[in-house]
């Protein structure tokens, strides 16, 4: 290869993303581990009180949560003033959290009959406050699609609650443990962003205008989005026992899992990507190149994690905890049919300046969901939830189909079709998975389900990847994640043969 070859935006995201993703894997294998942990220590009660806190906690930051850094990304060169603008606005935010967050720990705390959300829900207010702290300077980095700060942010601040969570949990037993886990997180990252990514501290809100449009139209549908993914959380407490509800928030963490560390980290390069050829009409290309890939690598994960949640839970977190296995499953599928082909439209129209569009798609979303869940929870307690789930996100999906082509003119036919082929290798991989499924008992030791897990979900994702291959090939091999990923193992390759030579 030549030494002045310039890679294309398609080959920069593909290495943005591998950073990115790689990272969040690592951070997660952190989370796992911590999650292992404090299973073993700590019982559904303690997960479920501390649930009942962050779900407060969750809300409060989504709603709060301000684009600054996407706004930033939007100016072609940020001053000085506009920094101290978004640091000032992010400060203002961080108060506010913490009070509002300690104002409602005593109605909630009599919401639900559980003193102990007082002291809990006012110490844990000052995790979304610090996270919001971050140094804004790490928008220079994003620009240039350099994500290896925001790596290094990630992999020290979940090392970090990771030892403090495995001391804890060991020497106390407390659900204190998880809630130290989750501030220390926080700080250590707020701490360490001003290390790597240097600003000044100074109080200024002279650029305020060139936040409020787009601050305006996503803080709305955040408040939406907020709603609608806590609202569960929210309902369900008053049906069901603090256990029950502690497994179904356990459920709801594992599915975030794979969600959390593809499509978290993978959004700020696509959403680069987005904004680089947002002028040239070649937007829609990119959109359908990003949401079948997203599809395709979290939906295998999700269908892996649904078909096989039996064995999965038996290992990860004990008999103790066989009762989330159904839910587990409701929860993936709904997550890998409904939620994944939705995902990427927020940060299409931020790109397009067309955010109000988003708060379409939440205002929607919240106009059926809230609905089904408080009536189907209240008539079917958990399975009611479920169900809601299910039908909602089909219904959003449908949904977003339409914004999707008021923003890039693509049909709601080529949209469907760019995920057919993908839908058909997940087809291919389930049916191996329903047979591979009656390996595993009740009864089974850990060893023989960890060794069994290891080949059948090796040997599924080779069945997924070589049936989309397959397929790709036979349509002529069209533009798509398919011939990223090959050009990308074709240098991987070529390189390493050099260094041979």
Not at 168 to 189: C, E, K, N, R
Not at 310 to 326: F, Y
Not at 409 to 423: A, E, K, M, N, V
Request: hydrophobic fraction near 55%; proline fraction near 4%; glycine fraction near 6%.
């Amino acid at each position: 290869m030549s030494s002045n070859h310039v890679p294309s935006l398609s080959e920069r995201t593909a290495k943005a993303g591998l950073w990115t993703v790689g990272g969040k894997l690592f951070t997660k294998c952190l989370d796992f581990i911590s999650l292992l942990t404090l299973a073993r220590f700590l019982g559904p009660g303690e997960f479920g009180v501390v649930a009942m806190a962050m779900t407060a906690v969750l809300i409060v930051e989504a709603v709060s949560e301000m684009p600054l850094s996407a706004a930033l990304l939007n100016q072609q060169t940020p001053t000085d003033a506009m920094y101290d603008t978004a640091f000032s606005i992010a400060l203002l935010r961080a108060f506010l959290v913490v009070l509002v967050l300690c104002a409602l720990s005593w109605p909630l705390s009599l919401l639900y009959n559980e003193p102990r959300l007082i002291a809990l829900q006012c110490a844990l207010s000052f995790a979304p406050a610090m996270r919001g702290l971050i140094s804004q300077r790490l928008v220079e980095y994003t620009r240039a699609m350099d994500f290896r700060r925001n790596v290094a942010l990630d992999v020290l601040g979940k090392a970090g609650s990771l030892a403090i969570a495995v001391v804890l949990a060991v020497t106390t037993g407390s659900y204190w443990a998880i809630a130290f886990a989750t501030i220390s997180t926080s700080a250590i990252i707020m701490i360490a962003s001003y290390i790597l990514a240097p600003q000044r501290i100074r109080f200024s809100l002279s650029e305020w205008h060139l936040f409020a449009d787009m601050v305006g139209w996503i803080a709305g549908g955040q408040t939406l989005s907020a709603i609608n993914w806590q609202t569960d959380k929210i309902v369900l407490p008053r049906f069901v026992d603090i256990a029950t509800f502690g497994r179904f928030t356990t459920a709801d963490a594992l599915v975030a899992i794979p969600i959390q560390a593809i499509i978290q980290p993978i959004t700020p390069p696509v959403f680069s990507a987005f904004i680089a050829v947002r002028h040239n009409g070649d937007i829609g290309r990119v959109y359908l190149k990003a949401s079948t890939a997203v599809y395709s690598f979290v939906g295998s994960i999700l269908l892996m994690m649904a078909m096989l949640s039996q064995p999965i839970i038996h290992l990860v977190l004990g008999s103790k905890w066989e009762g989330v296995s159904p839910i587990l499953t409701w929860l993936a599928l709904a997550a890998a049919f409904g939620y994944l082909p939705t995902v990427l439209l927020p940060a299409l129209a931020v790109a397009l300046n067309r955010a109000n569009l988003a708060f379409v798609k939440f205002a929607i979303e919240f106009c059926i969901k809230i609905p089904l869940i408080i009536v189907l929870t209240m008539a079917m307690k958990l399975q009611g939830m479920l169900i809601g789930h299910a039908i909602s996100s089909a219904l959003v999906l449908f949904t977003t189909l339409l914004l999707v082509r008021r923003l890039t003119r693509l049909g709601i036919l080529t949209q469907l079709l760019s995920l057919l082929r993908p839908s058909v290798a997940l087809a291919s991989m389930a049916g191996f998975l329903e047979v591979a499924s009656k390996l595993f008992g009740p009864h089974d030791s850990e060893l023989y389900i960890f060794l069994n897990l290891s080949w059948v979900c090796s040997l599924s994702l080779a069945i997924f990847m070589v049936t989309n291959l397959a397929l790709w090939r036979i349509l002529g091999c069209p533009d798509g994640w398919e011939a990223i990923a090959l050009n990308v193992l074709r240098k991987i390759v070529g390189s390493k043969i050099q260094r041979s030579h």
